[in-house]
């Protein structure tokens, strides 16, 4: 067979090896490999029924055991000095896992239990081995890799996908598609998901990485991003989370915790992300990073997000200083309840404590007109009678 790294075959093919005498020991010595008993049933044919080895929680249970073996160490020590294994390196198998630790439950585990699964327990096959690292090896030397990161979503239904632009989308999730890829998610995932419907959707990220690519793209940064348009764009009371779910080439790689601010619900009710908020929330996504460049407006989402989580006295507070920043130009609360009136449209001016639809409704608009600080200029035009009221994101749309 005609491998690319003759070293990685030999030493990843002595790490299965060794794993299956170790694992076969135990079976020999009476500890039982547990089964599923599975029902096949087709139309209009006869059900059949299958004794099916669930290898992958046998070998899991073990997996600490199997990393300390002298054959898995010369595996990873391989793997470390191959550049193109180097993303993998940085998976995230844990807490705080090392390199080794992250390489064995990236590339040696599930190389294991490929084999395993293909060869129903541990009785070695050496065609299945081949071609399960062959699989592998065209993963770790092909021209580039395709990454993901799935989270749940909860407070949001959607009739169909939506995209949010930059690789970003909310759809549906398919039945077992976490559990599937990640035994472990069942524990992981949010009350009650998949089963209402607010419950039913995913936020996935995707991007192609290039061959060399080290380290994996910032998900749980984006992913919080992502939420935050979201609500900008539908006051919907939506979380992300709790944790994200990553793959690397269609395979297992990580689960990382999603930022807490994107992973706590606010208080509410659920909303429906349709074409136009979705549209609105890509827009809105696209302009976030206005506030990187702009500290009064960052401040002013942070702060208007950070309200949705608090009670009143400190809610109200959040607010002010929300709108204050965003609009006040130096000028205090009070410049800014009057620019906003006119920004949105209010016959009168703002009461002191504004409510949170009215500074959302204030931040879409100022990260829709792209130029915050021009903005509170022409505002001031307004109201001093020199220029007319700057047409709004929302007017321009009922328009």
Do not use: N
């Amino acid at each position: 067979m005609a491998v690319r790294a003759p070293h990685l075959y030999r030493s990843l093919r002595c790490f299965c090896l060794g794993a299956f005498r170790v694992l076969s020991a135990e079976l020999d010595e009476g500890v039982e490999l547990p089964f599923a008993f599975e029902e096949h049933a087709g139309r209009d044919k006869p059900t059949f029924y299958e004794y099916r080895p669930l290898v992958r929680d046998f070998v899991e249970a073990r997996g600490h055991r199997l990393l300390t073996r002298p054959d898995a160490r010369l595996a990873l020590e391989d793997l470390r000095a191959e550049p193109a294994a180097a993303i993998f390196a940085r998976a995230h198998a844990g807490p705080k896992p090392s390199e080794d630790q992250a390489l064995f439950r990236s590339v040696l585990l599930p190389l294991l239990l490929r084999t395993a699964d293909a060869c129903g327990g541990f009785d070695w096959d050496d065609a299945v081995f081949d071609r399960s690292y062959l699989e592998l090896e065209e993963s770790l030397f092909r021209g580039s890799r395709a990454y993901a990161a799935v989270a749940p979503l909860v407070g949001l239904s959607a009739g169909q996908e939506i995209s949010l632009g930059e690789g970003l989308r909310v759809r549906h999730a398919a039945s077992g598609e976490l559990a599937r890829h990640w035994p472990e998610a069942q524990g992981l995932l949010p009350q009650r998901f998949g089963r209402e419907p607010d419950r039913l959707c995913v936020l996935e990220l995707e991007r192609e990485l290039p061959a060399g690519a080290h380290e994996p793209p910032d998900a749980p940064g984006e992913i919080a991003d992502a939420v935050t348009a979201i609500r900008l764009a539908t006051a919907g009371t939506i979380a992300a989370g709790p944790v994200l779910f990553e793959r690397l080439d269609w395979r297992p790689y990580g689960i990382r915790p999603v930022l807490p601010i994107a992973a706590t619900a606010p208080v509410g009710e659920e909303t429906r992300l349709d074409q136009f908020r979705g549209r609105l929330a890509a827009d809105l996504l696209a302009r976030l990073p206005l506030a990187d460049e702009d500290p009064e407006l960052g401040e002013a989402i942070d702060r208007w997000e950070l309200s949705l989580f608090q009670d009143s006295p400190f809610r109200d507070e959040q607010l002010r200083e929300s709108l204050t920043a965003l609009l006040g130009g130096g000028d205090g609360v009070w410049a800014a309840l009057m620019r906003a009136a006119v920004l949105l449209g209010e016959e009168r001016r703002l009461a002191d404590d504004p409510p949170s639809d009215l500074v959302r409704r204030a931040i879409v608009e100022a990260l829709m007109h792209d130029d915050r600080l021009r903005l509170v200029e022409r505002l001031d035009e307004t109201l001093l009678g020199t220029a007319p009221r700057p047409t709004g994101y929302y007017a321009r749309k009922a328009s």
